[in-house]
């Protein structure tokens, strides 16, 4: 096994003998706007504790140019990965000097240059273990302490860190910040950004509190940030957990930064959160992006309590934060912002997340075993996140919200800046509570697995028992026509069958209000009735958890595909919710070209473009909904091309958009990556259409287009990028692998599937795990058989357990898509 994959064993021997006081860490950034520097020297000097003779730093770089060990300078036993210290005292000061290098793959201090105005923008990312390619550490995160870093950046650079700056020194075209010291924080959650990032200031108070507030993005994407929404959700943040958690903010301050080339949704870094610049909207966006930009913010500012204050051993217990994050996400976005209906996105979309995941044969309970840091590297996943916040939310329906937050705020203050385990947890909600927790433990968090509830008769059977606390929702006909809930029935489930007197309804909804996680089937007669009615439900929860339960039907083989895509194209068009029809539509569109067979599925291309168009031009102009199915019309048509001149003509300005749709650059390139992808547009277009927008996310949407054209040789240039060019950066590298993709063009790319195969294992011990996790998931061949992908697990039974996870997920995905494709007729 590599020395830079740590393992749990190791990391607790490390952490029982060795107890670190502090660190401080100088970066010298004064060379990062130069392109052709590699790297930047960084210091770090560590005071420890030590009960043996003998430990090791984490460092991962270029090179390391000295070590200090209590004044003494030592031979440097470094392997690229450990650096290795002896003849420890009880009380120790190790100096290192070394060079780190600037990453182009988002793990580590990332640098990127805005093509727009050539201007140099770095931040650092670290989940959950890239500290050290940044500065030598205890790299695990029951090894905290308070960090002081000292950051040489060009002068008129915003430098940024966890805490506020304590002094400047300037030095002619350079500076040299210096940050107050961190409370005591783990590696993985301490942060930098340098750049010439614009900042929008406010700040927060409550009580003798207040907290500087700021948000930033790069220059050229100033003018679209809206700084003031954003603003307005994070001071609901903080005035909900305030009051939920009764523990004040602990962290200084709280800046918010939207960075480039971003591999994550967002990061909890205490007092700096880093997020994605996709919710940095550039053009036209959907309820649901605000809503689900709000939910994020949300999810990142509990965690300043959950995980940052109080953070988990080891990678198992994961959960203790993530779990956490979302259920308090969605929590604070439904009761504390605009979004009121934030528990329906969860329902529809986070929970299928956590469906799929859980269905898969490499699934795991919420508290997972993980050994190594390639396994926790692989768990951030829908089990860890949406299957835990939705137990979580039964949790709160079981022991009691006012109990469950009473047990939260004896959590924080008994384990504030420490590390925890589930015992921990359990321990505090079970005084609260009055309950013994250990049953309901056993039960959600250490088993795997997901129940599927069916009303048949007067019993609801159960697939894979657990307790379940859920209600069934009677819906009739009101004098409107409409489908609403005339009564509600609560019970317990804990049986394989449990009894049930329901009266007569046109709809027996299973799991009203979302109180468990389990997969619902709809009985015969409310299928019937959705399959007419769907559209006079009124309740947006409601109508989401029936489209939970069509999809996942879908997905198991138990409802037929056509009958799903009917009534897709029948309500889909007057779906108000937005988090619904995004989900609905995507829906859609991966069960024609995932679940069908060839000759349905190029009847039903056709026939969803059409319905895809036709909406896009009925519907209210300027509306949410238009913009949604116009970026469905532009994914439909990457697989049919009977529209493209009429795409074409609307795109070079020859025929009008339809009202009110404004074409913004996003959008726009979407239409030119389908039209490449069928062939309607070449080289010479797509490059006009970068003349238009040569910015960062253009360039990134050029490279896709260029890489979708149906053409031989194009799909050999983009195979061989992908694979073996190391000057990609993570997106690119994305754009080219899903232009490879692009339009399901078989014919043009199944003659890479043996190479696929034959050089899995050499890109995964080549490439940086997160390289590596791209390329593996986004060349998996779609091919009509599972014969290779059988033929190199049998194999390769010596592969790393991570790669191997991976291809074992892939072929899971295909032997669903062949098994449905297999019961469509």
């Not at 031979?75 to 003849?87: I, K, N, P, S």
């Not at 339960?549 to 198991?556: C, G, M, S």
Request: proline fraction near 4%; glycine fraction near 6%; charge should be negative.
């Amino acid at each position: 096994m590599s020395t830079a994959n740590l393992t749990r064993s190791e990391t607790a021997a490390r952490s029982a003998a060795v107890t670190v006081r502090d660190y401080r860490v100088d970066l010298d950034l004064s060379g990062a706007r130069e392109q052709s520097t590699d790297g930047f020297p960084t210091t770090t000097t560590v005071e420890f504790d030590s009960t043996t003779e003998e430990t090791w730093l984490d460092f991962i770089g270029l090179s390391v140019e000295s070590v200090t060990v209590n004044g003494v300078e030592v031979d440097a036993a470094y392997d690229g990965a450990r650096l290795t210290l002896r003849g420890l005292a009880e009380s120790n000061v190790v100096v290192v000097r070394a060079s780190g290098a600037y990453s182009r793959s988002g793990e580590g201090l990332h640098r990127f240059v805005d093509p727009v105005d050539e201007q140099t923008y770095l931040y650092t990312q670290y989940e959950p273990a890239d500290a050290r390619r940044v500065f030598a550490c205890f790299e695990q995160p029951d090894m905290k302490a308070p960090f002081t870093f000292v950051v040489t950046a060009p002068s008129g650079w915003e430098v940024i860190s966890n805490r506020p700056v304590a002094a400047v020194e300037t030095d002619g075209g350079h500076q040299r910040v210096e940050f107050s010291p961190t409370l005591p924080i783990s590696t993985y959650i301490t942060a930098i950004a340098a750049g010439p990032y614009v900042r929008v200031e406010s700040s927060w108070t409550r009580e003798e509190l207040t907290v500087a507030l700021g948000v930033l993005c790069r220059a050229s994407l100033a003018r679209h940030l809206d700084a003031d929404t954003i603003l307005t959700v994070t001071k609901q943040g903080l005035d909900f957990f305030a009051e939920q958690f009764d523990y004040p903010y602990p962290w200084g301050k709280y800046d918010q930064i939207f960075v480039p080339e971003y591999n994550l949704g967002a990061m909890e870094n205490p007092g700096l959160v880093t997020f994605t610049e996709s919710y940095v909207f550039r053009g036209a966006a959907t309820a649901a992006q605000y809503e689900g930009r709000a939910t994020t913010i949300l999810h990142e500012m509990a965690h300043m309590w959950f995980g940052d204050l109080v953070t988990m051993v080891w990678w198992d217990d994961l959960w203790l934060k993530e779990s956490f994050a979302d259920y308090m996400g969605a929590l604070a976005s439904s009761e504390a912002t605009e979004w009121t209906d934030a528990w329906v996105a969860f329902a529809n979309r986070r929970k299928a997340w956590a469906y799929l995941q859980d269905q898969l044969p490499t699934t795991h309970p919420i508290v997972a075993d993980i050994t190594d840091l390639e396994a926790a590297k692989l768990n951030f996943d829908g089990i860890t996140y949406a299957k835990g916040a939705s137990v979580l939310k039964q949790l709160v329906a079981y022991v009691g919200r006012d109990e469950f937050f009473a047990g939260a705020r004896r959590y924080f203050r008994t384990h504030a800046f420490g590390n925890t385990t589930l015992a921990d947890l359990l321990t505090e909600l079970s005084a609260g509570s009055g309950r013994d927790l250990a049953g309901w433990a056993r039960a959600w968090l250490q088993t795997s697995g997901v129940s599927t509830l069916t009303l048949d008769g007067a019993e609801i059977a159960q697939t894979d028992p657990r307790p379940h606390r859920l209600a069934v929702g009677l819906y009739d006909f009101d004098t409107a026509g409409d489908l609403v809930r005339r009564d509600r029935v609560e019970l317990d489930l804990d049986a394989e069958r449990t009894p049930v007197d329901l009266p007569p309804a046109p709809l027996r909804l299973l799991n009203d209000g979302d109180l468990t996680y389990a997969k619902v089937r709809l009985d015969p007669d409310s299928l019937a009735t959705v399959a007419r009615s769907l559209d006079r439900v009124t309740d947006p929860l409601a109508r989401g958890l029936i489209w939970s339960a069509l999809w996942n039907a879908v997905r198991d083989g138990e409802l037929e595909v056509d009958r799903f895509l009917r009534m897709a194209r029948d309500f889909a068009p007057t779906e108000p919710n937005m988090a619904l029809l995004t989900a609905v539509l995507a829906n859609a569109s991966f069960a024609i070209n995932h679940y069908l067979p060839a000759g349905m599925r190029d009847r039903w291309r056709g026939e969803w473009l059409e319905s895809c168009w036709a909406t896009m031009h009925s519907s209210k102009p300027g509306a949410g909904a238009q913009l949604a199915w116009a970026r469905a019309t532009a994914a439909a048509a990457t697989v049919d091309g009977r529209r493209a001149a009429d795409i074409r003509q609307i795109l070079l300005g020859e025929a009008p958009a339809p009202a009110g749709l404004a074409l913004d650059p996003d959008l726009r390139w979407s239409l030119w990556t389908a039209l490449a992808a069928t062939g309607a547009a070449n080289a010479t277009d797509v490059d006009a259409e970068l003349g238009r927008d040569a910015t960062a996310s253009g360039r990134t949407a050029h490279r896709r287009a260029l890489s979708a054209r149906p053409d031989a040789a194009v799909k050999a240039a983009a195979w061989a990028s992908a694979l073996t060019d190391t000057t990609l950066t993570n997106d690119h590298l994305d754009a080219v692998i899903d232009g490879f993709r692009a339009g399901g063009r078989r014919d043009l790319i199944a003659r890479y599937d043996d190479e696929y195969f034959t050089v899995l294992r050499t890109v995964w011990e080549q490439r940086s795990i997160e390289i590596a996790r791209r390329v593996v998931l986004g060349l998996f061949p779609a091919t009509e058989s599972l014969d290779q992908v059988d033929a190199w697990l049998t194999t390769h039974t010596d592969a790393p357990s991570a790669l191997r996870r991976l291809v074992i997920e892939q072929r899971d995905h295909l032997a669903r898509d062949l098994r449905v494709r297999g019961r469509t007729r």
